[in-house]
Every structure is written in structure tokens, then in C-alpha cells.
């Protein structure tokens, strides 16, 4: 017994000292109210090109324009230093004592696809402004610098390419590619971004500027709302992400020689629209056929041309979406749908164009990040699973350059990219947290560097 004396002496005395060490390195009275980001959620919501609850932003329209000055106010407002690279991305910093190398990052985005809803993106902006502003607030002083990011066009509804922001900090845009994605009035990205007060003299200057520096960022972790129904399904407060799924994108256009709808008689037709109607259907069916809930596959968008009653339509173009966390088996599924279009434009009489517009590769996220989101959540008391990100996010091409991860709050029905899109206050409040926490265990405490780390 009494060898024992010491070691219980000890235990004792770091029992005693526990929650000074923990309130130290990573604050748990934390000042955030879940009402008040909700609050300035739907303020930013108010920036809109439809009346709310919908939400449509597009990249460096008027409203997108409204929503960047709106968010370099919080950010002032947060005490974090403010700055804006060549693409458009703004970043707020909270300064580290210097003394490691590497920011730690995170943020999301503020575009919304068009009758979108108020939190897609936006928790991770307004949210990581909170939890800066609440290390702050606690006193907490980090080794690293902690930034926050309010990537430039996360969605691809204006330039067809999703994540241009953190494409382009992670260097995997080329020049080429940027420029010829043009908007619906033929404007390319760098006229557009110029306009805006963005841009370099040409593409190649603008993407240089934007691109990190190796070993600039030393982690990213970003905030979003989960998008489907796992967490709320499970009544569980948090979701640690551990992969990231890999979109692609499709293109595909049908031409047949059209015809009035009342004179051309059906043996002679060559239908595009029906040429699309049948894709459409082959692209649910590759999905289907791979047995995996993983993979999922939309033809979202389909235009006929010149979509009137009394025409037998001759152009079709048909979008197509899919994804997979399982990179080989979503290939195998595009090359399924290729080989349907091929089949049925042959058979249908009528020609086919097809451009494979976007493949990226999945992202893992890292350990550490993963670790630290856990221990934030327990330390929150809260209850956590682990769970794959089905949509995408700029935290796809961050991985690219850093170790990076993601926190999910749940959503109401799992409902996404819908006017009714809805997280609780409360939730939104513990995410947060949760961010705060693993950003504070991700950057280590400033003049306790060896115990900050994890
Ligand atoms: C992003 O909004 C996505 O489509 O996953
Ligand atoms: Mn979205
Ligand atoms: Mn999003």
C-alpha cells in the first residue's frame, strides 16, 4: 500500500489541477450563442436574388457583393486582420505567437445555388467567425495562427466548375481549364472577378497569386450543416467526417433534325429530348447497379432546345452528376453511363457530343484532424459518430495541401439546397464549439506549447 502512497498523491494533485490546464489550453467557457449566429445566418440570407426564406447568390453579383462586405465586417468586428487574395477568397486571422510554423485553417462559403437555403456554407463562415471570436474572447492565445475562410464560389452555378476558391489555393486549377468556363452571358471567371475588384492581368497571374505556399497551411477543418439525415436520424449532436466523396460531372448533348410536332410522323423522328429522357433513366440505373448506397448519380439538369410544344425537339443537353467515395467504382459507372448515351444515340438516330467536365478525386481525412474534432466533441460532452461527406466542399481540395477534416451539425430532415434548409440554434451553438475547440487543439496554446499539442 504504501508504494502506492506517491503515485495517489499525484493523481490526486493532477485531478486537482485538470480543469485549471483544460480551461487553459482549450477553453471550454466558451461565449457562444447559437441565437446570434442564427441571427446573422439569416441577415446574410437577406442578400439574396429571390425573396427568403429562398436564397439564391451567385458569384460577384450585387448580392454576393453584399454578403463579402457583410462577413469583412464580422470579421473586423471579431478583432480578426482581414485579407483578400487575386480569386476573391477573405480571410480573418487571429493571430499566433509565431512560435510554429503553418496556419491552421478553416471557413466554407457564402455562394448559394439558386431557391437554395440559409445555412448551406454559410455555418462555416459566419460559424468559424464565432468560434475565432470566442478563442478570443476566452483569452486563448494560439502558437499557430488561426485564419478563416470565405471561399469564392464553392458552388458551380455560374462558371459549371464547383470550388474555384480552394481549387485555386491548392493549385489544381489550370489557367486553361478557368478560362474557358464562361457564364450564361459568355463572361469568363478573370472579367468577372476584375469587375468585382479581384483578378490579375490575365488567368495565369490571377491563379498564381491565389495559390498557397507550400507548408503555409499546417491544417484545415471546416463547419457545415451534414446535408443528409444520418445525424438527425440518430439523435446524435455532431458528425466527424472521414472521407469526403468524389464527384464528377458529365456533359452530354443529343442533336436530332427535329420537325413540327403535328407533321413529323413517328417512324421518321429522331427525338432528342426523348434521347435525354432515356439517359436520364440509364444514369439512375448505373447507380443502382453498383449495389452501393455510396454511389449516387443525378442527370439534374436537362435543356431542350428550343423546348416549345409544337416542335419535336432536336437539341437536348442533359447534366450529369455523380459521385462516390470510391473513386475506381464511380469511374465505372461513367464509363456505364458513356456507353448508354453511345447506345442509345445509335439507336435513336440522332448524334452525340459528350465532355467529361470534372473528375476529382476523393479526399481522407487526416488523423489528427479527426482526432482533435473527437476530443472537442467529448470534451463538449456531446454525442459524435463518424460519418462520410456525400456533397462536396472546399475541404476537398484543402486536404490537397493539408491535413483536413470536417465537422457536420445535423439539418432538419436532412434537407439541403431548399429554401426550408434548417439547424437548430442549438446545434448550431455546439458546432461551433466544436470548431472553436479543435481549431484551439489544432493551432496549440501560445506559451504551453508542449502541453497544447495532442
Ligand atoms: C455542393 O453544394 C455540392 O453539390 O455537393
Ligand atoms: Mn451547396
Ligand atoms: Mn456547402
Redesign the pocket.
Known sequence: MRLHEPFIRWTGALLLLCPYIGAFQYPSKLDVSGSLVVEQLLKLATFSDVPNPAVTRIVFTPNDMKARAYVKDLMQLAGLTLREDAVGNIFGLLAGDGSAEGLVQTGSHTDA?PLAGAY??TLGVIGGIAALRALSAAGFRPRRGIEVIMFTS???TRFSL?CLGSRAMAGVLSAETLARRLDENGTDFLTAATAAGYGRGSTQAMLDAARVKPGSVSSFVELHIE?GPELEANGTSLGIVTAIAA?AALRVRFSGDGGHAGAQLMPRRNDAGLAAAELALAVEAAALGTGAPDTVATAGRVDLAPNTVNSVPPQAAVEI?L?DVDESRRDAVLAQILAAAEEIAARRRVRLQTEVANRDAPATCAAEVVAAATAAAEQLGASHARLVS????DALFMAQIAPTGMIFIPCRGGW??RPDEFASPAHVELGVKALALTLARLAGAAGNPGKAEL
Request: net charge negative.
Open positions: 445555388i448551406d456554407g464553392e458552388e458551380p464547383s446535408q464527384p452528376d459521385r456525400r456533397a462536396y466542399h439541403s439546397h
